[in-house]
């Protein structure tokens, strides 16, 4: 945060302290003198939430001090690492049910599995033989829905992993698919991500009938993912392309694009509720990239 250049005084002395009002727990601060004759402040904090920050020159309030400050987002707290999922095969689709349950595709085994939090002891889908398993995710009753990439279809279970159906079979008509990636339960109905027809597809998830077909010459090229923000925004992403169109949700209208001068091939989306950031797997650089819903960066992180 650049604060307002404070008044020129003779040899002022700057006051500045910083609480937050999550945990009491003082923050900590970095001034920094600019050529201007302005103060610049950086504050880390370790907690999310709002901030009190007081500034003083020569033992008076500056204009506006104290001030409180909301932090969504430390970006020293975005890098690090919490664990490590083991034991997986080229992973490429993860879910969480209600109960905390991860759901895992392993396209590397042809393999799906319900696995505890920690991601270690689980049960694995043997009531269907996957092909090429790529997404997953869950619905408001726990169910199971797996996009296969290379049987062109999504497969239905029940939330202990029994077979329910399957639809689809390669095509590019209505209910058809061809290459079917990321998929996404958005607003009670099943978006299904088409790689090699470039499109977003509409599923009912209950009957698993094709409800609409999304196509646009916007929607990104060789299509690999599609997720939703809380303001009604539709990020679409694909391979063959370095940009991730963002669309409205009601009416497919294209909005804006995100765009990153070391993003070459966004593939994997997740939007983050509480901290509204769009997370962005790019294999064309290796990094994890963070946007807001505006397209605004916030960091990345290859390590």
């Known amino acids: 945060s650049i604060l307002p250049r404070v008044p020129l005084v003779q040899n002022p002395s700057v006051g500045i302290s910083m609480t937050s009002l999550v ?32 500034i003083d020159v020569g033992g008076s309030p500056i204009e506006g ?147 609409e077909v999304f196509e646009d010459e916007s929607i990104p090229y060789l299509t690999t993912d599609v997720v939703a923000s809380l303001h009604d925004y539709l990020f679409i992403s694909g391979t063959g392309s370095s940009t991730i169109r963002v669309f409205s949700l009601k009416t497919h209208a294209l909005l804006h694009s995100i765009e990153h001068r070391d993003l070459q091939q966004p593939a994997g989306l997740f939007y983050d509720i509480h901290q509204e950031l769009l997370y962005v797997t790019d294999p064309g650089s290796g990094c994890v990239f963070a946007f807001r819903s505006d397209g605004t960066f916030v960091a990345k992180f290859c390590d």
């Open 65 to 211: 001090s104290p001030f409180c400050v909301w932090d969504a987002l430390p970006p020293t707290r975005l890098k690090r690492s919490i664990r490590k999922i083991v034991g997986v095969n080229r992973s490429h689709g993860m879910a969480f049910n209600r109960k905390g349950m991860m759901v895992v595709a392993e396209l590397g085994v042809n393999q799906v599995t319900i696995r505890d939090n920690n991601g270690v002891n689980g049960i694995e889908l043997k009531e269907h033989q996957f092909d090429h398993p790529w997404g997953v995710t869950t619905d408001q009753e726990d169910n199971i829905y797996v996009s296969e990439e290379g049987a062109h279809c999504i497969t239905k279970f029940t939330s202990d992993g029994k077979f329910v159906a399957s639809v689809g079979g390669q095509g590019a008509r209505k209910g058809e698919m061809d290459g079917p990636r990321g998929l996404r339960m958005i607003d009670g109905k099943l978006y299904v991500a088409e790689r090699n027809n470039s499109r977003i597809q509409v599923f009912d998830p209950t009957t698993l009938q094709a409800l």
């Open 23 to 54: 945990d009491g727990i003082n923050v900590k601060i970095l001034t920094t003198e600019l050529p201007n004759g302005g103060t610049e402040v950086t504050y880390s904090p370790t907690t999310r939430g709002w901030h009190r920050l007081c």
